[in-house]
């Protein structure tokens, strides 16, 4: 069905089918209820202590209770990939999106300050997230608001000798930062 049949078809609805069809639509399917969850109440403040929280703990894992061992870090960009799309699907503010852009680049610098990482798709990865989120706040016109965190992040990959740090000075001397 194209949008033009779609909205043909809308608009012969009554009001009361057309909240039915809403209310079933909300009810049947986890996006629409999380789509309309977030419109109507939106808690972006919140949605970003749980997204960070989350992303922290891919680096630094808490230790459950009872157990003998601490559990192992496992690096995954794609948890802060997937709540980066999640919030953009959102519509979630973009000062919001970049912020945990920026933290998961600055979380898995912390980690990597105190860990020796011999897999060269870390790097990779970060310097991926790295360009996509100065992509991200050059697109969306909030350069200036993230400034600082950038060059800081850049800063940091000269300080740890990362093996890609030439790469992360590239994407900056592009925007000329």
């Given at each position: ?28 399917f986890s ?29 630094f894992p ?58 060269e798709l ?56």
């Amino acid at each position: 069905m194209s949008k033009r049949d779609l909205k043909k078809y809308l608009t012969e609805l009554s009001k009361e089918q057309l909240e039915e069809q809403i209310i079933e639509l909300y009810e049947k399917f986890s996006p629409v209820k999380v789509y309309y969850d977030f419109a109507f109440n939106p808690k972006e403040d919140k949605l970003l202590q749980e997204c960070k929280v989350k992303i922290s703990h891919e680096y630094f894992p808490i230790k459950k209770p009872n157990a003998k061992w601490r559990p192992k870090a496992k690096m995954r960009r794609s948890v802060a990939q997937k709540y980066i799309k999640h919030f953009i699907v959102l519509g979630v503010d973009p000062f919001v999106i970049a912020d945990i852009m920026l933290y998961n680049i600055e979380i898995a610098q912390t980690y990597s300050s105190n860990n020796f990482i011999k897999q060269e798709l870390f790097y990779k990865s970060m310097l991926n997230s790295f360009e996509q989120a100065v992509n991200f706040v050059i697109s969306n016109g909030i350069l200036t608001d993230f400034k600082d965190r950038i060059f800081s992040i850049q800063q940091e990959t000269l300080q740890q000798k990362w093996k890609n740090k030439y790469d992360f000075e590239a994407i900056l001397e592009k925007i000329d930062l």
